[in-house]
């Protein structure tokens, strides 16, 4: 286990080649052996640039209006109700990814999908014990159900030929010749790094802006400013608007620094690695806590609290890593 910021720089920036991603095998067949997440070197490399060309702010600027059409749909359907936020939050964050993976166009069929995604996603810290009956064994059944849904959409779309800025048109361009399986990994794949963490940060703001009643405020007229400004017709959100919203972007930093939203990267090391003075034997795995590294006392005033003008790791982005660092750091874009 390691945690302070150096050896975090070590593993998984400087000396990243030295320690390959590791997970347990079985989240590799649930996810797809294809995925991003398990690869290095080329084959890595070109996955990035797939995912990260359907994240550029070029691709996601005209589905703003859409995504606020669903957080609007969805806070309507909770008046009068009582909800479990972060259950609405992982509805919302799939609602999100299916509409930046797929697009507008009804090319498949959204409800067997989600009824098969949530289905997989139960096992996904199941024991791997393949028998009927168990959570293992369901999710590898919808595992493959979800691999017939998606060859089904990639076969249409095959058929269509016509290129989309989303995840799908981008891992099914011409000359970049992924297999169907791969570009079905791919896609699971994303849905699994997009769900619970935007699902789970989400659900950390709406806590922190309940307990700090003045930041609420300045965060609700900062948005009601945005809106005055539209004159006439109707009022909705653009791409343009998103870059007026210093207070809530603060926010969701300082959000994502106090709750931590992954806790930890894992990786194995390759061969015998030496760090100051330590020996981390070849095939010993290393998980850096991330948690750590943002949470340091001496920097920060606030270990555990939400204070959104305290921006100093902006300057020390070594002790701001929510997104980890690296050659696998998160596809900034979408969050
Ligand atoms: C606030 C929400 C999120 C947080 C805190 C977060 C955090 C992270 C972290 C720490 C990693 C690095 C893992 C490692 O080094 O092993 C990562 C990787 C990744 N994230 Fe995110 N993530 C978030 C949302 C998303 C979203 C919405 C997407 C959808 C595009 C996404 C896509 C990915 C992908 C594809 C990778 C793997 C990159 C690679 O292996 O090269 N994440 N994320």
Known sequence: MISSPEAAKLVLVTRAHLFKPTFPASKERMLGKQAIFFHQGDYHTKLRKLVLRAFMPESIRTIVPDIE???VGMMKSWEGQLINTFQEMKTYAFNVALLSIFGKEEVLNREDLKKCYYILEKGYNSMPINLPGTLFHKSMKARKELAQILANVISIQR???????NLLGSLMSDKEGLTDEQVADNIIGVIFAARDTTASVLTWILKYLAENPSVLQAVTEEQEEIMREKCGGEKVLVWEDTKKMPITSRVIQETLRVASILSFTFREAVEDVEFEGY???KGWKV?????TSIT?????QSQKSLIPQDLRWLQNPIHFMPFGSGTHTHVQGMS
């Open 69 to 71: 059409s669903i957080a």
């Open 159 to 165: 058929q269509m030929k016509h290129n989309q800025r």
């Open 279 to 281: 020996l981390i034997p």
């Open 287 to 291: 998980c850096h806590f991330l948690e």
């Open 296 to 300: 340091v006392q001496t920097i920060f």
